[in-house]
């Protein structure tokens, strides 16, 4: 599976938009790029994920240069329920594989 | 109701005694996966079962076992619990030939405590 490299923690203000960059430089030709929120105390929670370009949910968008070499994680105007770890994971689609989830990045929203 | 329950939320055991984590989920899916996490660390694959009849060890298996008893229901036990084995244990299944993406869902944890 790819390693990832993700900051291990960003702040930000109420309102702002946030990008969080995952570096994943031997990402393979098969591989998914996949980001998981998690609060305190709870399970990760799925976000979005993508292959190639731009994907963009209700929660999120995800974009991912044409080398994908790297991805951005956006969350707009983010509020203080955004207060969370993001995690995130590279690995194929749909084969016998398993998720390997690293620290992740500590996003701390404040007023 | 939850589609991952996870039983008990909570539990305060003894060096030494035995116990067991259960996991049951609604969604239907095949697969199911049991994770251990430690304070300010990422999560940390104990086992997975890909289907009733296939059980694999992942990357810190050692001290665990587990029971696939149905597709609906997963058991992590700790046949002798020891103090480095408290942690916050999370279950997980996914499905991508079912929901067609790589998306695991969660139970919310069991808190364990070994004293």
């Known amino acids: 599976l790819a390693k990832t490299t993700q900051p291990i923690s960003m702040d930000s203000y109420e309102g702002q938009e946030v990008n969080i960059t995952c570096s994943h430089n031997?990402?393979?030709?098969?591989?998914?790029i996949t980001w998981y929120q998690q609060f305190p105390s709870q399970g990760p929670r799925f976000i979005i994920q993508?292959?190639?370009t731009k994907v963009t949910n209700e929660v999120a968008s995800l974009f991912i240069p044409a080398d994908r070499k790297s991805s951005t994680l956006s969350l707009p105007r983010v509020s203080l329920s955004d207060t969370a770890v993001y995690y995130c994971?590279?690995?194929?689609?749909?084969?016998?594989?398993?998720?390997?989830f690293g620290k992740g990045t500590m996003l701390l929203v404040s007023p | 109701d939850a589609d991952v329950t996870q039983t008990p939320r909570n539990r305060i055991t003894k060096t030494g005694k035995r116990i067991m984590l259960e996991c049951s989920q609604t969604?239907?899916?095949?697969?199911m996966y049991w994770y251990r996490q430690d304070p300010g660390l990422g999560l940390q694959l104990i086992y997975y079962?890909?289907?009733?009849?296939?059980?694999n060890k992942g990357e810190i298996s050692d001290g665990y076992s587990v029971s696939r008893q149905a597709q609906a229901k997963f058991s992590l036990s700790l046949e002798s619990a020891i103090p480095n084995q408290t942690a916050l244990y999370f279950c997980a299944t996914s499905d991508p030939d079912k929901s067609h993406d790589y998306g695991y869902t969660f139970g919310s944890g069991t808190r364990l405590t070994v004293v």
């Open positions: 993508g292959y190639k």
């Open positions: 969604k239907g899916h095949d697969r």
């Open positions: 031997n990402i393979a030709t098969n591989d998914y």
């Open positions: 994971l590279v690995g194929p689609f749909s084969g016998y594989s398993t998720l390997t």
């Open positions: 079962s890909f289907d009733v009849k296939d059980i």
